[in-house]
Structures are given as C-alpha cells and as structure tokens.
C-alpha cells in the first residue's frame, strides 16, 4: 500500500472537478490541505498517512486516494464550510455508491459498517446543528427492506473478522476492561434517560457517543475487545434510532437501525438483533405497515430461536401480536398473546443476567402491549366494543404498574393515552377526557413527539365523536395551552 493513500491505477484519470472547486473555495494551499490530512490521520491512528503538496495536485487531477483519505477530507472540508459535504460531493469513490447514499442493503462487514457507523453519525450530528436532519434520506419498505436483511442470518465467514492481536504500535491505544465497562454503563445510562425524559432531550448526546466509539473501532483491538465494542455500538446505534423515531425522524431512524442490525452480527450477539429488528417492525406498525412489521418480528424470533431469553421471546411474541391485530387476525393475534403470557411466566425462572436492554420489558410492558393489540383489533374491526373491553383491563393494569414504577415516564404516558383511547372506543367520554388529562400533564415532562402525536389524535376523535361535552371542550383547551405544536428540539 502507498503510504501517501494512492489509488494505484494506471486508468486514464481526468481532472476532479468537484474537489477542485471546494479546494478553491476553501482558500487553503495544497500545503496547508496536506497538513490538515496528516494531523487528522494521526489523529486515527492512520500513521502510515504522510502526504504532501504533490500528493493533493494528484487528487486535484483525478487521482483516488485510498481510505481512511476520502473520509478525512470529507470531515475536513465539512468542517470548513459549517455543512456536510461528502465524499462525493468531493468527487471521490465514483466507483461505488456512497455508504451514506445508499439503503438498507449494505455489506455485511466489519469495516465496511464502521465506516457506514461513522460516515452516518458525523453527518447526522453535523445536519441537526444545522435543522437538516433526515431531509435527505428515505425510508425503505416491503421487499427492498426484508430481503437485505435476510441476510443478518447467513453464518459469518470462518475465520477472525477483527485483529486477533493488535501490532505493537497499536497497543498503547488499546482499551482497558475498566474502560469497556464505562463505555457499556454510559449505553445503559442513556437508555434510562430515554425512557424517563423521551428521545429528544439526549439524542445528539448518543448520537456523539456514537460516533466516539466508531472512531475506537477503526482502531486495532483483539477479538473479544472488538466484539464488545461492536455491542456497544449496536446499542448505540438502536438506541439513537429510537430516539429518531421518538422525535419523527422515520428514514433517520430505520437508516440507524439498519446499522444496529449490522454491529450487532459483528457483535455475535442474536438477542440484540432480535431486539434491534423488535424495534424496527414497532415502527413499521407506527408506519401502517403491519405486513413488513410481521416479517421483521419473524425474521427475529428464527434468528434468537436458539439463544434469547424468555423475557425476550415474550417481547417478540407480543410485538407479533400487534402486527396480527393490525393485519386484523385476530385468532393470530390472540395466540401471539397468549404465547407473550406464559413465555413470560418462563423469565422468573431464568437464572442467567439479563441484558440492559431487555429489562424494559416488564409486566407492565407486557400488559401495556397485549393492551394495545385488543384496541388495534378494536380499531380495525370497525371500532368494535367488544376489543376494546378486552383491552381496558391490561391497559388500566399497565397504567397502575407504571404509575408505581416511576421510571418509564414516556411508557406511562403512552399507555394512559391508550387507556384514553379506549374508553373513546367504548364510548365513555368522561374517564377518556380524564386519561388524556394525565397523559397531557406528564407529556409536558417529556420530550417525545410520538407521545404529543397521539394525544393530539385522541383529543381530535373525543371532539369528532363528542364535541359538545364539557369536558371534551376543557381538554381541547388544555390541549391548546399545553402541548402547542412546535417543532421538537433533536
């Protein structure tokens, strides 16, 4: 490899437009873009980076330097202009999609999704400053989302996908257990600030995290340190797409599921990926798309089949019955009910650690969703009575389980919202006005679109269907007072 980043071609090269037109703009030297170059390789551990002004006048006539030089720049140049400026939009990598550019179906790599990891995160941190966010993207459905991600089950290559050692210029840098174990307990701090405070208080906080952590995976690690920081990125990553979802961003959400899905099969983790793809098909069922949301949920429970705890199949199994109750099935979706019941029985006798991330699922959870899954029937069915009195005895206990928990303040609101629906749906104004008053003045404490979202859609039915009642008409000046639509802060 040259250690100036050359492409090695011997193909007719012209001129990179592109690049010299930013190079220009910028007002830089080729000397003072070098130093730039080499200061930020350095920076990554690149050391083997050394570039020069005649290295810069090949890239200005077309030369194609090698990784890590097309993202350097990319940084760089983004940093000068205050915007993100890709690598493509430099003109380099012309030879394949950009990572950022492209959909769901990425390369199943662990370079390859570190790079994606890095390239998207940096760009997302870089466009929220700026109110850009998830313009630019598009969310993927049906067969264009399902098929790439059949691929999270073909067994990994034989073999080491990470440095089983790390050369010995690279182990000053290498982490340390104590440093292993803060950066797992900061994921774990962050999923409970989440769950108290919504996703848009501290999305860009973990969205930073992330990217730190990606700029440590570009380093040198043996396979059990790289393994865990996969994880950790996985969780990072699933955890910053469910905050995107929380606030609205739908395409800026699945785009970081996709590469949670990935880290976590670098991580060798299927629970995770389980619960990565659980938080996708969730979102599908947010979207309209029941049927993809199905096989997401599927997708996941073949492939934990053989490893998730019962507490995670119990999830599983209760995100597969809102995907049937949506589709409106509902023989399905009662025996996916009944599966998340007494799979869940099976967890207080599970005698091994639980992960993080699935100790959100408790029986309040397990009640709040068996709840939903009724008043989705209810829904579908032409807003059948009968669902909805299946439904308000799970929801009212979810709401009770909540209420003493007083932790899952988003989780509390979401359910009382529900319970609110439910009683609209039985045609009991009064207790509905009265939930959707507690939604309302726990929503004020939390930052969660999706939460303001379904209380507006609430009050909005409780006035169509009874408008003239008293206390319909306080909650829709409530409502106007209280929960004002205003852009969220992300």
Known sequence: MSGNGGSGTSAEKRPNELL???????????????????????????????????????WLDGENPREPIPRILSELFSERFGCVVSVEDLGLRTARPSPSAAGIDLPWTGPQTVALLSEFSRSDLMLARRGFLGGSLALSAGPALIEPLQRWLVPAPPGPRHDPEPSS??????LSGPELDLLESTTEMFRRWDAQCGGGLRRKAVVGQLHEVTDLLQESHPEPTARRLFKVAAELAELAGWMSYDVGLQPTAQKYFVLALHAAKEAGDKPLGSYVLSSMSRQMIHLGR?????????????GSRDCASPRTQSMLYAMEARAYANMGQPGRCKRAVRMAEDTFTDAEDWDEPEADWIRFFTEAELHGENSHSFRDLAYVAGRSPAYASEAEPLMRRAVELFAEDGEHQRSYALNLIGLASVHLLRREPEQS???????????????????????????????????????VVDLTDKLAVELPETAEAV
């Open 20 to 58: 010299r037109s930013w190079f220009v703009r910028s007002g830089w030297s080729k000397g003072e873009l070098a130093r730039q170059v080499n200061r930020r390789a350095r920076q990554l551990g690149a050391n083997h980076i050394s570039t020069d002004t005649s290295r810069v006048r090949r």
């Open 290 to 302: 029941p049927e993809d949301a199905l096989e997401l949920i599927h997708l996941a429970q073949y």
């Open 433 to 471: 006005a009265g939930y959707a008053d507690r939604a309302m003045r726990i929503a004020k404490k939390v930052r969660s679109e999706r939460v303001n979202t379904r209380i507006r859609k609430t009050v909005d039915t409780a006035v169509r269907d009874f408008g003239d009642l008293a206390e």
């Open 169 to 174: 210029a690279r182990i000053r840098g290498r």
